[in-house]
T-cell receptor, first 117, second 119 residues
Framework: GNSVTQMEGPVTLSEEAFLTINCTYT??????LFWYVQYPGEGLQLLLK?????DKGSNKGFEATYRKETTSFHLEKGSVQVSDSAVYFC????????????????FGKGTKLSVKP | GAGVSQSPSNKVTEKGKDVELRCDPI?????LYWYRQSLGQGLEFLIY????????KSGLPSDRFSAERTGGSVSTLTIQRTQQEDSAVYLC?????????????????FGPGTRLTVL
């Protein structure tokens, strides 16, 4: 079945450091890939997404490229800020699934990022 | 416009009692999802409604869990005879549509969640 594997946290970085959070997936069909972020005390928010191979999603300085050959969607940011401290979730959705739910998200376990000033 | 809202924000109940959790999706969104977030299991899909179609209940962990969506809008998740392992944050999300033709997936917008604690 479909699944998402994220690097385990927590990840602690100093401000302005480079961030990579690895995400790989297993899926049938043609999944869409997402990164969601959950800031302390807040709900899940979509950070970025990519719907087909080689697409690059980007938002707030974060980027992730849909790599079909390596089944990966790693999240990167060149210079993190204290305000980026949050839990990051990689997720996939297979919109072409038939017979079952179309579009429900399958999440990774989440990676907690702490950025120190 | 308003986002997805959920109520109550926190619920403490005793083992064996029934609870109802409410979700108000974004107006006009035809797809509605329930997820559960717990320490041990992460984020799990529970159930999904799309328009007037029969809901996809494939993620419900037991027959103590049920959900309905009235009038294509508000949804209620009911947990009967609650157990301690039901303690989690229950998240609702909605999207404009789901599994749209051409392989496009619409963005899901999440509510703040209901934190359920079963004593």
């Amino acid at each position: 079945g479909n699944s998402v594997t994220q690097m385990e946290g927590p990840v602690t970085l100093s401000e302005e450091a480079f961030l990579t959070i690895n995400c790989t997936y297993t899926a049938t069909g043609y999944p869409s890939l997402f990164w969601y972020v959950q800031y302390p005390g807040e709900g899940l928010q979509l950070l970025l997404k990519a719907t087909k191979a080689d697409d690059k999603g980007s938002n707030k300085g974060f980027e992730a490229t849909y790599r079909k050959e390596t089944t990966s969607f790693h999240l990167e940011k060149g210079s993190v800020q204290v305000s980026d401290s949050a839990v990051y979730f990689c997720a996939l959705s297979d919109p072409r699934r038939r017979g079952g739910s179309q579009g429900n998200l399958i999440f990774g376990k989440g990676t907690k990022l702490s950025v120190k000033p | 416009g308003a986002g997805v809202s959920q109520s109550p924000s926190n619920k403490v109940t005793e083992k064996g009692k029934d609870v109802e959790l409410r979700c108000d999706p974004i107006s006009g969104h035809t797809a509605l999802y329930w997820y559960r977030q717990s320490l041990g299991q992460g984020l799990e899909f529970l159930i999904y409604f799309q328009g007037n179609s029969a809901p996809d209940k494939s993620g419900l962990p037991s027959d103590r869990f049920s959900a309905e969506r009235t009038g294509g809008s508000v949804s209620t998740l009911t947990i009967q005879r609650t157990q301690q392992e039901d303690s989690a944050v229950y998240l609702c999300a909605s999207s404009l549509r789901s599994g749209a033709s051409g392989g496009r997936t619409d963005t899901q917008y999440f509510g703040p969640g209901t934190r359920l604690t079963v004593l």
